[in-house]
T-cell receptor, first 115, second 115 residues
Framework: DVKVTQSSRYLVKRTGEKVFLECVQD?????MFWYRQDPGLGLRLIYF???????EKGDIPEGYSVSREKKERFSLILESASTNQTSMYLC??????????????FGSGTRLTVV | AQSVTQPDIHITVSEGASLELRCNYS??????LFWYVQSPGQGLQLLLK??????LVQGIKGFEAEFKRSQSSFNLRKPSVHWSDAAEYFC?????????????FGTGTKLQVIP
């Protein structure tokens, strides 16, 4: 079975801390994505990457950065965590878009609480 | 830009009853359409997808969806709901943009199943 693994299910961090959320996929997918999920708002795209060392801003990139040094790993970084970044974070991957698109494979999510 | 509307935030059905979850999209060309399901505390799982061809699409767990271009809709259906179907359901639309695909998610419909 193909997998997207997020390193932590639950995290509690203090305001101002630098936070790293890790995501690894074993499917050799080109595309990787970070979303945050909040009640009533659905999933909102933070950043995505279509290749190693490549990144693109999504709809809500402020306060976040990403790193993709290897194809299988995509990290989300909260430079200085704030309470309004308390959320569920979902990582996803997919093959390259177009007619071959098969939808996304999601990780189980990381529930981050910033206190 | 594409958008997705799921007009029902919460739906309650009796076990064994039929189910229809509504989804309307906005996109200028033929979209890629998806339905995902999220069980509590989990990531999202792909139920089914539509790219082209037959407008009635079969998915996993006995779900189906019908693409209606004239109504810009992609409603999800199941003839007989099981208690294990209680979850949150997300409709999504994908569109090719500059060589990659952007997927936009709806805000979700939470399904409650009562005995």
């Amino acid at each position: 079975d193909v997998k997207v693994t997020q390193s932590s299910r639950y995290l509690v961090k203090r305001t101002g801390e630098k936070v790293f959320l890790e995501c690894v996929q074993d499917m050799d997918h080109e595309n990787m994505f970070w979303y945050r999920q909040d009640p009533g708002l659905g999933l909102r795209l933070i950043y995505f990457s279509y290749d190693v060392k490549m990144k693109e801003k999504g709809d809500i990139p402020e306060g976040y950065s990403v790193s993709r040094e290897k194809k299988e790993r995509f990290s989300l970084i909260l430079e200085s965590a704030s309470t309004n970044q308390t959320s569920m974070y979902l990582c996803a991957s997919s093959i390259l878009g177009g007619s071959q698109t098969g939808g996304y494979t999601f990780g189980s999510g990381t529930r981050l609480t910033v206190v | 830009a594409q958008s997705v509307t799921q007009p029902d935030i919460h739906i309650t059905v009796s076990e064994g009853a039929s189910l229809e979850l509504r989804c309307n999209y906005s996109y200028g060309a033929t979209p890629y359409l998806f339905w995902y399901v999220q069980s509590p505390g989990q990531g999202l799982q792909l139920l089914l997808k539509y790219f082209s061809g037959d407008t009635l699409v079969q998915g996993i767990k006995g779900f189906e969806a019908e693409f209606k271009r004239s109504q810009s809709s992609f409603n999800l259906r199941k003839p007989s709901v099981h208690w294990s179907d209680a979850a949150e359901y997300f409709c999504a639309v994908g569109a090719n943009s500059g060589g990659y695909q952007k997927v936009t998610f709806g805000t979700g419909t939470k399904l409650q199943v009562i005995p």
